[in-house]
C-alpha cells in the first residue's frame, strides 16, 4: 500500500506539488494524467527518494520500485542480467559481482512473468522498445517490490507495445500489487486503470 500525505516540492522557488494526497491500496492501478509541470513524475520520484520533499509524509508498505520512461537496461548485457540487478541491493559487495545461482532463478522467474523468459539470453540492445519495457518490469519485480511506479512507461512505444506494457501493469495490479502510472494517454488511463487522478496547474 502507498500513501501520500500533503506532499510539498519546490524547485529554485517554483511550486510543483502543494498538499499532494494520494493512497493506492494493493490490487489497484491508479493512473497520475496532467500537462507536462504539473508534479507527476515528481511525485512518484518523491516516493523511491529520487527527490527530498519539502513537506508532507509518504509511507509504503514493503518496497516500491521504478520503471522510468527511459528504460536505463544495459544494452551490451542480457536480459537476464538486466533483470538480476534488480536484486543488488540485497546482495554483499563481493556476491554482486556474479550473480548467485538463485538470484538468476529469480530473475527467470520474473521473466517469465512478463512473458520473456525465451529471450533472456538475448543482449537488450536487440529487444523491441516494448520488450525492453517489459524487462524493466521484470527488474523492478526482482527488488521484490509490491508497489509498482511506472513513470511514462508507453510514450515512447508503439500501439501494439503499449497495450502490452498496460495489460502487464493491469495484471500485477490484479495480483495485489499497487501500481501507479504516469500517462499521457487518456484512452489508456479509462481502459487500465481502476482509478484516475488528474493533476492541475
Same mark, same amino acid.
Given at each position: 500500500m502507498l500513501a501520500i500525505r500533503g506532499l510539498r516540492k519546490s524547485f529554485g522557488g517554483r511550486t510543483v506539488l502543494d498538499g499532494f494526497d494520494l493512497r493506492v491500496s494493493g490490487g489497484e492501478f491508479?493512473?497520475?494524467? *496532467?500537462?507536462?509541470?504539473? *508534479?507527476?513524475?515528481?511525485? +512518484?520520484r518523491? /516516493?523511491? =527518494?529520487?527527490?527530498?520533499?519539502? *513537506?508532507?509524509?509518504?509511507?509504503?508498505?514493503?518496497?516500491?520500485?521504478?520503471?522510468f520512461q527511459k528504460i536505463h537496461l544495459v544494452g551490451r548485457r542480457t536480459a537476464l542480467d538486466n533483470v538480476c540487478t534488480g536484486a543488488l541491493a540485497r546482495l554483499s559487495f563481493g556476491r554482486?559481482?556474479?550473480f548467485p545461482r538463485e538470484v538468476r532463478e529469480e530473475a527467470m522467474r520474473c521473466l517469465? %512473468?512478463? =512473458? +520473456?523468459?525465451? %529471450?533472456a539470453a538475448d543482449r537488450c540492445a536487440r529487444l523491441s522498445g516494448g520488450q525492453q519495457q517489459r524487462v524493466a518490469i521484470a527488474r523492478a519485480l526482482c527488488q521484490r517490490?509490491?508497489?509498482?511506479?511506472?513513470?511514462?512507461p508507453v510514450s515512447a512505444l508503439d500501439p501494439r507495445a503499449a497495450v502490452q506494457v498496460?495489460? +502487464?501493469?493491469?495484471? +500485477?495490479? =490484479?495480483? *495485489?500489487?499497487?501500481? /501507479?502510472?504516469?500517462?499521457?494517454?487518456?484512452?489508456?488511463? %479509462?481502459?487500465y486503470a481502476h482509478r484516475i487522478v488528474e493533476m492541475a496547474a
Open positions: 491508479v493512473a497520475l494524467l *496532467g500537462p507536462n509541470g504539473s *508534479g507527476k513524475s515528481t511525485a +512518484l518523491c /516516493v523511491v =527518494g529520487l527527490e527530498t520533499p519539502d *513537506g508532507g509524509e509518504v509511507d509504503v508498505t514493503g518496497t516500491a520500485a521504478m520503471v554482486s559481482l556474479f517469465d %512473468r512478463v =512473458g +520473456l523468459a525465451d %529471450r517490490a509490491n508497489v509498482i511506479l511506472a513513470d511514462e498496460m495489460e +502487464l501493469l493491469s495484471a +500485477l495490479a =490484479g495480483e *495485489g500489487m499497487a501500481v /501507479v502510472a504516469v500517462l499521457h494517454q487518456p484512452e489508456l488511463a %479509462r481502459t
